[in-house]
């Protein structure tokens, strides 16, 4: 949040500058991320008088002025706005000065007519983003004057974070100064506790609550006989620099409270909502036009404001258009409410709808807060709107009070490891607002209900221990045994996987491990049964991920805008629903190869013979190698994917992985559904591999096994065929095997040539040997002959001599 360091200067009377207040609540409270000098001295631009106007002789559009700027100087000044009159009291920059964006004021002529200075619009002098006409004075103001006098902006802006525990009270100006006062041992210049709504109950006004547990308390104060117009300068320059934009002095004024105090406020034209309003949740295809022109569809999980008519306002998050102040309003209704937290978060995520407000009621408020709002925001109006308040209705049924917590001392210097004197302790506590007594060996601490978070006695120390100061707490070595910790061994393994996979050509990816309803449904796994998130981000993360493949096709996706061929995978947990409160988790290893596409020709023999397939195939079988895992073979004809649907997967191009012997199966491959890859707007084709971490990890580790260097050594034969178009490359290659036997070592191919008339000649490299003998020229060739024998014979191929 952003921080005015005028305003907590006001509020804490500290004398320290905006760099030293940023470095004490760095070191005890909260990370300042920056601090930004903000505003303008205005060199050169005064108050100025318009003494005369007239159209311009050469220019509809621009008018000639004649500004009085003090001194009875008088200057000739051409001026495009119309919002001016005589008699008005402008901002005038007179030749010299050099305006924000170093834009410098010069003796001009304009369409014939001289001009010695400009009169200034808002956003020309910094002031804020408006460029609608000049920027009209007070009257009152001396002409001549220096305007740095009278809009004094010079300000430093502290971007603090806040971290959520603290949220709920330390996102305002008090909650910060009050910070500041306590590190400084000093005294707030403010009245929080005299805030205190009076006792005049409003007549025409009745308030109802249909859930109470979800709208802990609301009030509603009515106030008449209201102005609306502009804020006052020194109210605007606050929002402005707290990123607020300035819209009217009713609006701000609520903007204005909740920078001051946390509590977001919301005011309705009293006669466009009537003398009733109504807490309740929305209705099926029930609508509401907010105030930035929006239209949402409500729910039965959304908190509402209504009147016996129609919804007026999103409870929390933003007001309604129609019941939206005006310049016609003459009476208003000023909301200052508590919701449930977790109400407002679902609702915002759902319509994806972040607003001050929302953001506030999202960390829970304190419901107590709400009537030192009010009382302070009718103080503002009154001043600022002419407001009279009219009375008010105050709902409020389980009110909270202050709790107690007893500290033991002797507990504090255990904790801490330092000791802080008992008077300290309570010096301390007393300077964060809370009442406390000093006993012989304890403090009994009242705690006031906007510190939330205060509920144990380490909650107590840890207050006692930032403010007392941790640089404080003297270095002293443990005086334990130091032990080397434990080997992860799914870690050493999940390593080696990755070190693997980047020396085959891989990048790894790193995704969130969610996915959205839309992308579920595009892998085929919208029917499947997920984990849904209660407040997802964003609905595109509303579902705990069961595989990693929709998050990869989305990767794909993006990076294929850059590059035409690449490999990438990802190892992380998928979460599977077992009926218990936690999931089972499951670490998955996913490699995607996308496969540069190629012209007509390389695309129908690419596909003919399957060469993305046996691409991956050639990295996954290096990675099991290097993983020690030799007896695995790649089972086309009855393959089950790793927990997902065969609809994603390529129809005969797939193939799950298995071991010989136990028939385990350790993961799957195969060229993704061109459907899927169709509504990914992937348009190119590509390879998946996915294995179970775990099941690779054990077959890992009981396979592997020292292989001695061979004694004898091996031979190599060629063999060349022609096939027809049905025969299939693994058809070939397992009756080689089948054939050959146990002296078969290896058999590659090495070259593919395809035919007009749809055959195509293959040929194969057969690697013999045996480990106990030198196979004779007799063995050799007999398993040749064997080997082509069975070729033609089952597979009507024909043997090239």
């Known amino acids: 949040m952003k921080y005015s360091y005028n305003w907590l200067k006001e509020l804490s009377d500290t004398t320290k500058t905006a760099t030293e207040v940023a470095q004490l609540i760095t070191t005890h409270s909260f990370e300042v991320e920056s601090v930004e000098k903000i505003g303008s001295d205005f060199e050169g631009v005064v108050v100025g008088k318009i003494l005369e106007l007239a159209k311009h002789p050469n220019a509809d559009k621009l008018q000639l002025t ?38 410098q004021i010069k003796e001009s002529e304009i369409r014939g007519e001289k001009s010695c200075g400009m009169l200034c619009a808002e956003d020309e002098l910094g002031l804020g983003t ?79 609550i249909e859930n109470k547990e979800l709208c802990p308390r609301y009030i509603g104060a009515v106030l008449g006989n209201v102005k609306v117009g502009d804020s006052p300068d020194w109210m605007k320059v606050r929002l402005e620099a707290c990123g607020i934009k300035a819209i009217n002095n009713v609006v701000d004024a609520t903007n204005y409270v909740m920078l001051e ?30 105030l930035d022109g929006s239209s949402v569809k409500l729910t039965a999980d959304d908190i509402i404001i209504a009147n016996k008519e129609k919804a007026l306002a999103l409870a929390g998050i933003m007001g309604g258009k129609e019941s939206g102040i005006s310049t016609e309003t003459k009476t208003i209704v000023v909301e200052a409410a508590n919701f449930v937290a977790l109400s407002i978060r679902k609702t915002r995520s759902r319509l994806n709808l972040f607003t001050d407000a929302s953001g506030r009621f999202e960390k829970q408020l304190d419901p107590n807060l709400t009537e030192k709002a009010l009382v302070r925001v009718i103080e503002i109006l009154e001043h600022t709107a002419g407001a009279t308040f009219e009375g008010s209705v105050d709902v409020y049924a389980d009110k909270v009070k202050p709790w107690t917590i007893k500290l033991d001392l002797a507990y504090v210097d255990k904790l801490l490891g330092v000791s802080v004197p008992p008077k300290t302790s309570k010096t301390i506590l007393e300077s964060l ?46 005086s334990v045994s130091v032990t080397a ?29 969610f996915y959205g309803q839309r992308d579920a449904n595009l892998c085929q796994l919208g029917s499947v049964k997920h984990l849904e998130l209660e407040m997802p981000m964003n609905p595109e993360q509303s579902l705990l991920r069961i595989s990693l493949i929709p998050n990869i096709l989305k990767n794909i996706k993006e990076n294929l805008k850059n590059y035409s061929k690449f490999s990438i995978f990802e190892i992380g947990k998928v979460y599977w629903p077992n009926g218990d409160v936690l999931p089972e988790e499951k670490t998955m290893l996913v490699g995607a190869m996308v496969v540069e596409k190629k012209s007509a020709k390389e695309e129908k023999m690419d596909k003919r013979h399957e060469s993305g397939f046996f691409q991956a195939k050639a990295v996954v079988d290096n990675v099991l190698l290097q993983l020690g895992i030799t007896d695995h073979y790649y089972d086309t004809f009855d393959g089950v994917p790793i927990e997902t649907p065969l609809s994603l ?34 348009r190119t084709r590509v390879v998946v591999f996915e294995f179970d971490g775990e099941k690779l990890s054990e077959v890992s580790q009981n396979e592997r096994e020292f292989t001695p260097i061979r004694k004898h050594p091996v031979v190599t034969r060629d063999i060349s065929l022609i096939a027809q178009r049905d025969v299939r490359i693994d058809e070939i290659l ?34 013999l040997g045996a480990d106990e003998r030198t196979l004779t020229g007799k063995e050799i060739d007999s398993a040749i002959n064997s080997i082509t024998t069975e070729l033609e014979s089952k597979l009507n191929v024909k043997m090239r001599k």
């Open 66 to 103: 004649k500004i009085e700027v003090g001194d009875g100087k008088i200057l000739d000044i051409v001026c495009g706005a119309h919002n001016i009159s005589v008699g008005d009291h402008v901002p005038v920059a007179t030749i010299g000065t050099i305006l924000p964006g170093n834009f």
């Open 130 to 208: 408006s460029h609608e006409g000049i920027l009209l004075l007070d009257k009152k103001t001396k002409i001549g004057t220096p305007l740095s006098e009278i809009m004094n902006n010079n300000d430093e802006i502290l971007d603090i974070k806040v971290l959520p525990d603290r949220a709920h009270d330390a996102v305002s100006h008090v909650a910060m100064a009050r910070e500041i006062v306590a590190l400084e041992n000093g005294e707030m210049d403010y009245d929080y506790d005299g805030l205190i709504l009076p006792s005049k109950k409003a007549k025409n006004l009745k308030i109802e």
């Open 261 to 290: 105090l946390g509590q977001p406020l919301h005011a309705f034209d009293a006669d466009v909502i009537g003398n009733e309003i109504i807490v309740r949740m929305g209705k099926k295809d029930e609508e509401l036009v907010l």
């Open 433 to 478: 607002g809370l009442k406390v007594q000093l006993k012989k060996d304890a403090i009994i601490a009242e705690i006031p209900t906007f510190r939330i978070d205060l509920k144990s006695q380490e909650d107590l120390i840890e207050e006692i221990g930032r403010l007392h100061g941790y640089d404080k707490v003297e270095n002293i070595a443990p």
């Open 485 to 513: 910790a434990k080997q992860n061994e799914s870690r050493v393994f999940e390593r080696a996987l990755k070190n693997i996979l980047t020396g085959q050509g891989f990048s790894e990816v790193y995704n969130y491990s």
């Open 649 to 682: 997967w390529h129809q005969s191009r797939s193939a799950e992985i298995k071991i010989i012997g136990s028939e385990k199966s350790i993961g799957f491959m195969g060229e993704i559904n061109p459907f899927v890859l169709e509504q990914f707007d992937i």
């Open 734 to 767: 397992m009756i080689i095997q089948q054939a050959g036997g146990d002296i078969v070592l290896d058999t590659d191919l090495f070259d593919a040539i395809d035919f007009a008339d749809d055959s195509s000649s293959f040929a194969f490299h057969i690697i």
